[in-house]
């Protein structure tokens, strides 16, 4: 074959290539573009910041291409997996690690009840059966309520509860304070709890609900909760609840800078919304002063929340 031949039938076969590398190169910015938009307060950041894990589903295809097309291309796919992987870091679950159970330490659970459900009894027979020493419910009604603090009358008897948000311990209470963190309404509350390795400042927090075009309520109560959180001067610190935000939403921003989120154990993500098909995580455990935080979740009672269970150590 002549060189005059071998020409066109090279770039022939060069042409495809070079529009893959152009096509992996345009999808790879495009998914850097959304992480960074991610950190943007707001709506724009809060809708990235929940379909942000999934997105880890378009990062295989990504790099597949890549290694494909030419493996000396896989750099394309590396610096979305680097992005994304980096912007999720706090959320992904550690394989390593083993879930919470029995030891010393202090044992926590919470969960939203689902208001109506009737699940109240249910969720803090199956919570308190795990051992934990501190129980924390969200979305309370005056039914689930009256059940909750019957159910855990003898084995807690330290509890506290102020409007859609209760607490109940087995180690004694020493302060106690109802919060609106800026609602008007009072959603979450603030108890010191002596417990045997010392006092712990517990938060509570029923987040107010996200709706398209009305989250500054939402918003505003996280940032208000980051406030009290970095003025609390409490050696250890637990917040704990329902928050209606994802782990990477940056409304969760005053409090993450303030407090570490317990960690997962396994493969999987660990979202608990909703119940029946888990699609993300908007109930949380926060801390502080702890030298390990192991979470799980757990299903109790009916509720369309799956609760957490978190031992907090060292």
Do not use: C
Not at 189 to 206: D, F, I, K, N, Q
Not at 244 to 271: C, K, M, Q, W, Y
């Amino acid at each position: 074959m002549s060189q005059a031949t071998r020409d066109p039938v090279r770039a022939r076969r060069t042409a495809p290539r070079r529009g893959a590398i152009v096509a992996l190169l345009v999808t790879a910015v495009a998914l850097v573009a959304i992480v960074l938009l991610g950190a943007v307060p707001g709506p724009l950041g809060t809708a990235i910041a929940v379909v942000l894990p999934w997105l880890g589903f378009a990062l295989v295809p990504l790099v597949v291409g890549a290694l494909l097309v030419r493996p000396r291309t896989a750099w394309i796919a590396a610096v979305p997996v680097v992005a994304w992987t980096v912007a999720l870091w706090g959320f992904l679950p550690v394989p390593w690690q083993g879930g919470p159970g029995a030891g010393d330490g202090l044992l926590v659970a919470t969960q939203n009840v689902e208001a109506g459900s009737g699940t109240g009894a249910a969720s803090a027979r199956t919570l308190a059966a795990d051992g934990a020493q501190l129980l924390a419910f969200t979305e309370l009604d005056a039914d689930s309520g009256a059940a909750i603090a019957d159910e855990l009358a003898d084995a807690y008897p330290h509890a506290y509860r102020v409007g859609t948000v209760g607490v109940w311990s087995r180690y004694p209470i020493v302060d106690q304070e109802a919060l609106d963190l800026g609602l008007g309404w009072k959603r979450a509350l603030r108890v010191t709890v002596e417990a045997p390795s010392g006092p712990v400042s517990v938060y509570v927090v029923h987040a107010a609900s996200l709706r398209p075009g009305a989250q500054s309520a939402r918003d505003g109560m996280l940032s208000a909760l980051g406030e009290r959180i970095r003025d609390d001067r409490t050696p250890r610190v637990v917040a704990l609840g329902d928050f209606n935000a994802v782990s990477t939403d940056p409304a969760l921003a005053s409090i993450s800078r303030e407090l570490g989120e317990a960690r997962f154990g396994g493969l999987a993500p660990s979202f608990t919304w909703p119940a029946s098909f888990p699609a993300v995580r908007i109930d949380h455990v926060f801390q502080r002063g702890f030298a390990e935080a192991a979470a799980k979740t757990a299903a109790a009672g009916r509720s369309d929340h799956l609760a957490i269970i978190t031992a907090l150590r060292g």
